[in-house]
């Protein structure tokens, strides 16, 4: 005998769900659309729209969201067929919360076309922007957060201004539209981990308006806003197991959940251009200069996840949780945030740096979450910058020690040396500069010392005088070599066993 098969996730099913899953606390058939996503991810989906789903509730008004994707995945594969409704699940350990969000109204797919997309930027009703495309999909250069002129999106953009396919083009060709037809004003919203996002937002769309001409560039000055903002919350990315999972507890499927910690944080510089959701309502923070903030967010639990990402998978672990459960890895970073971060880092209004470090190092132990170390190291050259280049410049510029820090930084070159085929491809990666890397290391063979003092010229990268800083040459020479051994895990042991003030006695110049 036959079982029916458990009903989709869908406008129908929200007043039959079980008593457990959480629902719109507001009727989704009177909500229009009032702003725009453009990257659709699983944090998005567990952060901001989780947030407007909340003043939606509280205040409703005219904030429907209006989902595009211009990068996979496909929207109308997993949120178009259940009319924008997902299931977001918040796991700690042994516990799970199901809550049904419905601040998303449509979503629009423009990866074969940049034309929906600019449809719905350019609208009237649209005035106010979001963004999750990951540090890559600014089109920066890293080290200084300059347009990136020589990117193959850029170039082919600039050349065909009316058809862009990056970020920077896409918002600068419906900002063109916003200025031809209408004229309204528009506030655009970085959520990315990139410091100063708003400032580099602005930075690659005005560059690429200048590049236009036509007094885009001055339009843009006068008619819209891009505020930096700190968004916080651990999300990995949605498994097989997640919508399995919604299906069994509570006998629905869903082919859009996402789940996250019940952690959230989101601050956000009070700079708009217009009319702007009332998030503070609900949990978020306006503030003048979000700059303190994202340094303690960046430089702490980033500069963690990146360090356990990379030392992780040389020390054969799958998750975050279990490189917070080996005893030397889960020594060795905290030692690192404590001794050699946090003194980098200014004071936080209402924070207390030191509470928040353990609170990260906790928030990070939780078992529930299968954060997997390949995915936080996706990407690492965008993201070392900030996370350990940064609290590195700072602590030689105080003549101070950096040997933990150096071990991270190594940590990010012997995961890329390592996929490549000199080293037999023991894993795949993702990151722009992969191909660079493998090429070094190509060239380079077993010499350590090519090998670092080639990657340390990737200026796009390393700051140069940063690069030609003879203690951090040295110290991540001698980290790389250690890394690359047989027992990598040796190097992070004698780093521990190092006692700090022996650490900080080492001689240092400023770079």
């Known amino acids: 005998m036959s079982t029916a098969a458990p009903e989709t996730l869908g406008p129908a099913l929200l007043g039959r769900l079980p008593a457990t899953v959480q629902r719109p606390g507001y009727d989704r058939a009177l909500l229009k659309a009032g702003m725009a996503h453009l990257g659709v991810g699983a944090f998005h989906r567990c952060h901001q729209a989780e947030y407007t789903d909340d003043l939606l509730a509280r205040t409703f008004g005219r904030w429907g969201v209006v989902g595009i994707n211009i990068r996979p995945p496909a929207l109308a594969d997993t949120l178009g067929p259940q009319d924008g409704l997902y299931t977001r699940l918040i796991r700690q350990d042994s516990h799970v919360e199901a809550r049904v969000i419905g601040s998303i109204v449509r979503v629009v797919d423009s990866q074969a076309t940049a034309m929906p997309a600019l449809e719905v930027l350019s609208s009237p009703d649209i005035e106010f922007v979001t963004l999750t495309v990951t540090e890559k999909g600014y089109c920066h250069v890293p080290a200084s957060g300059a347009l990136d002129l020589d990117h193959p999106d850029i170039v082919h953009d600039l050349a065909n201004a009316l058809t862009p396919r990056s970020v920077p083009g896409i918002l600068a060709r419906a900002l063109e539209q916003r200025m031809a037809t209408h004229g309204r004003p528009l ?35 006068a008619n819209a806003a891009f ?24 006998g629905y499927r869903d082919g859009a959940v996402v789940a996250g910690e019940p952690f959230r944080q989101w601050v956000i510089e009070q700079k708009f251009a217009g009319r702007t959701p009332r998030w503070d309502l609900v949990g978020a923070t306006f503030v003048d200069d979000v700059t303190p ?48 971060t946090l003194p980098t880092l ?11 470090v353990e609170q990260s190092l906790g928030r990070l132990k939780n078992t529930a979450i299968r954060h997997r170390n390949h995915q936080i190291a996706t990407d690492g050259s965008q993201k070392i910058v900030q996370r350990l280049l940064n609290p590195i410049r700072d602590r030689l510029g105080e003549a101070k020690s950096i040997a933990l820090l150096s071990v991270s930084v190594a940590g990010w070159m012997a995961y890329l040396i390592q996929a490549s085929s000199r080293f037999g491809r023991r894993w795949p990666v993702s990151d722009p500069y992969a191909g660079k890397i493998a090429g070094i290391a190509e060239a380079s063979g077993r010499d350590v010392p090519a090998l670092a003092a080639g990657i340390l010229a990737i200026d796009a990268i390393f700051d140069p005088a940063l690069a030609a800083n003879d203690m951090f040459r040295k110290a991540v020479t001698s980290a790389l070599d250690g890394l690359l051994s047989d027992d990598p895990m040796a190097t992070v042991r004698r780093a521990c066993a190092q006692p700090a003030d022996e650490r900080l006695k080492q001689p240092a110049r400023s770079a």
């Not at 097989?240 to 299906?247: C, P, T």
């Not at 963690?304 to 459960?325: F, R």
């Not at 200014?346 to 928040?356: F, N, Q």
Request: proline share 6%; glycine share 8%; net charge negative.
């Open 227 to 250: 505020p930096s903002a700190m968004v916080d919350r651990i999300v990995p990315a949605s498994t097989q197991a997640d919508l399995d999972g919604v299906e069994q507890l509570f």
């Open 346 to 356: 200014k004071p936080v209004p209402g924070m207390d740096p030191s509470a928040y």
């Open 187 to 221: 506030t655009l919203l970085s959520c990315d981990n990139i410091p100063a996002n708003g400032t580099i937002l602005e930075n690659v769309v005005r560059t690429f308006a200048e590049r236009r001409g036509n007094g885009l560039a001055g339009w843009i000055a």
């Open 293 to 340: 903030f994202e340094h303690l967010k960046m430089r702490v639990l980033n500069g963690a996840q990146t360090t356990l990402s990379y030392l992780g998978v040389l020390a054969g672990l799958e998750h975050t949780s279990d490189a917070m459960a080996d005893p030397l890895l889960s020594a060795f970073v905290r030692r690192m945030l404590v001794e050699e």
